[in-house]
């Protein structure tokens, strides 16, 4: 899930959709869909507002699935409050989770006071180091903003500034299957280099694919269901949810 951009006034809006009733809708597909999940995987923006009523408001919306949520950090999610609030559970802030063959590692592609993207040499070495000391045999690297364009102009100008190192250095690392991230509010899916690319819809509005603006479609929020294989693969469904 990604870019719920909640805010703690309840009549604030973002881009014409209310972001509690849209996550809560989210959430309650996913209470009631009817399968299980291991765990939740948040790609940013997260909270616009900087509020402690915000943070109480998402942490009482996930709270209840009862299962854990691994959080990397949006261009609205690098304030201090933030990064110290999201690491109490069932949260985990740029953490990683292991399951079976699988780690999937969470981390910051934020650029403080700026609508950029960049992954710091640092986290590309902490990363490395996860992935080296992981019994498991496949990634899945959770961030924000996208490591590769998405064909919209205004989009890919504030995306990630330094894709061609951090995909370098992925492909580097040979376990890593794919990135999973959010921010464009498209559904995007490719395969680079062997890598499987993929892109979550906002759990708030969606931008019209390949648009230059700020457009919206008129399509309700989204999530994605992943799933993992052992055999290396990446399954993903995309689900829309009307709110």
Request: glycine letters at 8%; proline letters at 5%; one cysteine or more.
């Amino acid at each position: 899930m990604t870019d719920p951009h909640l805010f703690a006034d309840p009549a604030a809006s973002l881009r014409g959709s209310v972001t509690h009733d849209t996550l809560a809708a989210v959430l309650n597909h996913v209470r009631t869909s009817g399968w299980s999940a291991d765990m939740i995987a948040m790609t940013g923006d997260l909270i616009q507002d900087d509020s402690r009523d915000a943070y109480v408001r998402f942490r009482e919306h996930f709270s209840s699935l009862g299962l854990p949520v691994h959080c990397v950090p949006g261009n609205h999610d690098v304030r201090d409050f933030m990064q110290e609030a999201l690491t109490a559970e069932p949260f985990h802030y740029c953490g990683s989770f292991q399951h079976d063959q699988w780690l999937v590692a969470g981390i910051d592609s934020c650029k403080t006071k700026s609508a950029g993207g960049h992954v710091a040499p640092q986290e590309i070495d902490r990363l490395g180091t996860l992935v080296a000391e992981s019994t498991a045999e496949h990634v899945l690297v959770c961030l924000h903003h996208p490591p590769l364009p998405v064909g919209s102009k205004w989009l890919d100008g504030v995306g990630l500034d330094n894709s061609d190192e951090l995909l370098t250095a992925l492909s580097a690392m040979g376990k890593v299957r794919g990135c999973l991230f959010g921010h464009v509010h498209q559904a995007f899916e490719t395969d680079h280099n062997g890598l499987r690319i993929i892109g979550t819809p906002s759990t708030c509005r969606q931008f019209l694919p390949g648009s230059d603006d700020f457009a919206l479609d008129d399509r309700p929020p989204a999530y994605r269901r992943v799933e993992l294989q052992a055999d290396g693969t990446i399954e993903s469904e995309l689900i829309w949810v009307d709110a």
